[in-house]
């Protein structure tokens, strides 16, 4: 089967240090592949360089076969893969809808001819419709974007991806600051979204991460030291040796919890 991602010995030096040290990562189509480790190992580096904002120094990336390893960012968003930021990403004076609704045209934009732009229109505004429902955000569709809570801000992010119709998710740190109840409504909402869809997420709270993750890859100063399922790597020693955290006990919490 072709990888939805495929990172093959991925180099990245800033200066003199090398931060990635020959990256090997395979992400499954339709997985959700958490990738976690210490702070300052590499994970938002390496998304950088996944999603296009920054060059690799060797290696190469792969996107469902094709090499974006060169690609500008627009272009590797059109080849469906999209990433969420942790800075907003929409326009604050907008409706919430009217966001989505952008991102939807924008989306058929490059697809469309003239001749079919009047459908393509309506097309956009029955997808942003649906997405609105997928990220829970119905009840939201006319509020002013900028007047969001934070965790309804983070669900439209996700949404703005759905609605540009990307098959490939980067989300980095999708839970950060917000609360447990909020946490559990973005696992939930993550969950709901990416069904049928890749995933490739960072995250620090192993609730979220044994919650959602069909396979986890730890990466540790540059280097991806172990790859499985979340059993196999609760069990690992060389996780648990190099980044114990708090996996173990969140780990078996979340097991506790899915029981
Ligand atoms: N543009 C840059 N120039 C120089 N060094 C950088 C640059 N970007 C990141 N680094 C360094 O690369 C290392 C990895 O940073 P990165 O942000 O990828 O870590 P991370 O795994 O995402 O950490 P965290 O869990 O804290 O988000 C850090 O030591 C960081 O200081
Ligand atoms: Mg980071």
Redesign the pocket.
């Known amino acids: 089967m072709i990888p939805a991602i495929a990172v093959r010995r991925l180099d990245k030096r ?1 200066g003199a ?1 090398r ?1 990635l040290r020959g990256v090997d990562l395979m992400v499954e189509p339709h997985e959700r592949h958490a990738l976690i ?10 998304f950088n360089l996944i999603a296009g904002a920054a060059r690799p120094s060797a290696g190469r990336i792969e996107l469902y076969g094709a090499d974006i390893t060169r690609l500008a960012p627009a272009a590797i968003c059109r080849r469906g893969l999209a990433r969420s930021f942790q800075t907003t990403s929409f326009f604050a004076k907008l409706s919430v809808f009217d966001n989505l609704r952008c991102a939807a045209q924008i989306a058929n934009r490059d697809r469309m001819r003239w001749w079919q732009r009047y459908t393509a229109t309506r097309e956009g505004d029955e997808h942003a419709e649906q997405v609105l429902d997928a990220v829970g955000l119905g009840e939201r569709r006319d509020v002013i974007a900028g007047t969001l809570s934070y965790a309804d801000q983070r669900a439209l992010d996700l949404g703005l991806a759905l609605a540009s119709g990307a098959h490939t998710l980067l989300l980095d740190e999708p839970t950060a600051g917000m609360n447990r109840a909020e946490a559990a409504r973005a696992v939930e909402l993550i969950r709901a979204a990416t069904a049928g869809r890749t995933l490739l997420m ?1 995250e ?1 709270d192993m609730d979220v991460v044994f919650g959602l993750a069909d396979r986890i890859s730890v ?1 540790v100063q540059g280097e991806v030291i172990a790859t499985g399922t979340p059993d196999a790597i609760r069990a690992d020693p060389a996780v648990r040796a190099a980044y114990l955290g708090d996996i173990g006990e969140a780990g078996d919490a979340a097991r506790g919890a899915a029981r």
């Open positions: 800033f240090t931060i480790g210490p702070n300052g190992a590499g994970k938002s580096t390496l960072v620090h990466l």
